[in-house]
């Protein structure tokens, strides 16, 4: 499968006039390996208006030369940051972009102290992520097989909710099947929470065992081949009473609304709001405490957001996720979440797991 990495650098050259840049430092992993394809977690690419510089230690030189073509290799000389602003210093006078939302301070004054007074450090944030929010169909696919693969271990997790089980072993299970399919790893830390622990929206895995007549809140996600899913189900263990029923009803119809609001054109805001609209007629607004998705690409949370108050327009390559929840302390919590692409003419939903409320 050929990555067109070459392509993308391209494009990002292509923003450097409207930002006013002669070259952007790149110190994202995720934004490297979008513009290169180096995996190394310690480096930093500068790229000019005619060269792409990778700049890494002696651990991951071989692997930077194996991974990445068309792309100079330079061995840092001392710190990270020093050695990349005096990579700067002898091309005289230029303006240099970096991204303030991925450098400490400390990093920042390194550049400057390496560069000279004669490169000027510019704010360019969110360059590289603008690319990625469009996916190409390389990248669509990939996600498509990353969702199927999540949506079969989920399936396979909810055989081991039974009473007495702990929320860490089905965490710990979870997180081995998706190794065992052919993941690299989770895309973020598995969140599976017992009765009333569900009203936590990020809650983590304990040692709390399962029993009868409880809610199950399930949020996983498998990166396979760079490339993240996103998934959550509910589900109550034994016969739900007919105020569970009502909440779940409530949350599928929320997000079925919200999903039929993925077009592209039409503005993030406009997706969180029909999400609200339902469970505000269902007088449950106040207990939706987060946004109603967000980007997912190469990184488990990026662009676009969906959230109240975005105006951002859906474009078609577009990979978000749809996630209304509920909850209420004491109780639990209900979230039903699924990974949508926009299309030209249409939306898909990659995750396939049923979303009807399961009684086990």
Not at 167 to 191: D, H, L
């Amino acid at each position: 499968m050929r990555v067109p990495f070459l392509e993308r650098r391209r494009a990002l050259r292509k923003e450097f006039a409207g930002a006013k840049l002669d070259s952007l430092l790149v110190t994202n992993p995720a934004n490297v390996y979008y513009l290169t394809g180096f995996t190394g977690e310690a480096a930093a690419l500068l790229l000019s208006e005619t060269q792409c510089t990778l700049v890494t230690d002696g651990r991951f030189q071989v692997q930077a030369r194996e991974e990445t073509s068309g792309v100079r290799i330079v061995l840092q000389k001392g710190a990270l940051f020093s050695s990349v602003g005096e990579i700067l210093r002898p091309t005289g006078e230029q303006t240099a972009g970096f991204d303030p939302n991925r450098l400490a301070l400390a990093q920042f004054r390194a550049l400057r102290r390496g560069s000279g007074a004669r490169c000027k450090w510019k704010a360019a944030p969110g360059l590289p992520e603008r690319l990625r929010a469009r996916k190409d169909l390389m990248e669509i696919a990939q996600m498509r097989r990353a969702a199927v693969l999540v949506g079969g271990v989920l399936e396979r997790a909810m055989r081991l909710l039974k009473p007495g089980v702990r929320e860490f072993e089905v965490a710990a299970e979870i997180e081995y099947q998706m190794r065992k399919s052919g993941a690299s790893g989770p895309a973020f830390e598995t969140i599976v929470a017992f009765g009333k622990r569900g009203a936590l929206p990020h809650a983590r895995p304990t040692a709390k065992r399962l029993r009868k007549n409880e809610l199950v809140v399930l949020d996983l996600g498998a990166i396979l081949g760079h490339y993240c899913s996103d998934i959550t189900r509910t589900v109550f263990v034994g016969k739900a009473p007919e105020r569970i029923r009502g909440w779940y009803r409530a949350v599928l119809e929320a997000q079925s609304a919200a999903i039929a609001a993925v077009k592209a054109g039409t503005a993030c805001g406009h997706v969180d709001a029909a999400a609200r609209e339902v469970l505000t007629s269902r007088r449950l607004d106040g207990h939706f405490v987060h946004s109603t998705g967000h980007g997912l690409g190469l990184e488990v949370h990026e662009d676009p957001r969906i959230a109240r108050g975005q105006n951002r327009r859906l474009e078609p390559g577009n990979v978000v996720t749809i996630e209304p929840g509920v909850y209420f302390a004491g109780v639990g919590g209900i979230r039903i979440e699924d990974d949508v692409v926009v299309h030209a003419d249409g939306t898909e939903v990659i995750t396939r797991v049923p979303r009807d409320l399961i009684e086990l």
